[in-house]
């Protein structure tokens, strides 16, 4: 008596659109991408070899996978570290270090805030003396004296009296931006430069000279 040759694909073991091949009594299922068992019934765990790298979140996909990279970081794996430095948020020069998900601004002197977009009053700590007027610069300032005063922080009295501007023996008195002079008996005038005409009041009798 003959057997009955069965096919044994005929009932659609085979899962997920695997191929399947008929055997004697048996079957063999050949899986498409991303299923594997034996009914090709298993979706294959991409995410089993840890593709993502700096602690990405990694979601297993059919035949794939897919990575949610972790702030800073892009790439299929999230292997590369963005680069915040490539915009150049630095300003003035200052010096852009990159950091993950972050940058660093090293700026230079005369300058500060995050991107170095901020130059430092130096005169905010009011500097000049005798009431000179500041002058901010980048990483200095410059002093304006009132009249009278000198030097970098107009912190110098002018001595007016150096030049002797006082006449005949005179003693002169430094003042700010001016001086007095004290004359000596018988002078007069702001450098006492006038002799005193003691005759003008005719004061000799008798028709003295």
Not at 72 to 99: K, R, W
């Amino acid at each position: 008596m003959c057997e009955t040759v069965t096919d044994e694909c005929l009932s659609m073991p085979c899962l997920n659109d695997g191929e399947c091949t008929d055997l004697p009594n048996a079957f063999m299922c050949t899986c498409p991408p991303g299923f594997t068992g034996v009914r090709c019934e298993t979706d294959f765990d991409e995410c089993g070899s840890d593709p993502c790298q700096n602690d990405a979140t990694c979601t297993d996909m059919v035949n794939g996978f897919d990575c949610t990279c972790a702030p800073g970081f892009t790439g299929v794996n999230c292997e590369t570290d963005i680069n915040e430095c490539a915009s150049g948020p630095c300003q003035n020069d200052g010096t852009c270090n990159d950091l993950v998900n972050a940058f660093q601004c090293d700026c230079l002197a005369g300058f500060t805030s995050v991107m170095c977009e901020t130059d430092i009053n130096e005169c905010g700590s009011n500097p000049c003396a005798s009431s000179a007027t500041c002058n901010d610069m980048v990483n200095g300032f410059d002093c304006t004296c009132a009249p009278g005063f000198t030097n970098t922080l107009c912190d110098v009295d002018i001595n007016e009296c150096m030049s002797e501007p006082c006449e005949n023996g005179a003693t002169c008195n430094d003042l700010i931006n001016a001086f007095t002079c004290t004359c000596e008996a018988g002078f007069t005038g702001v450098r006492c430069e006038t002799d005193i005409d003691e005759c003008s009041s005719d004061p000799c009798q008798n028709s003295g000279t």
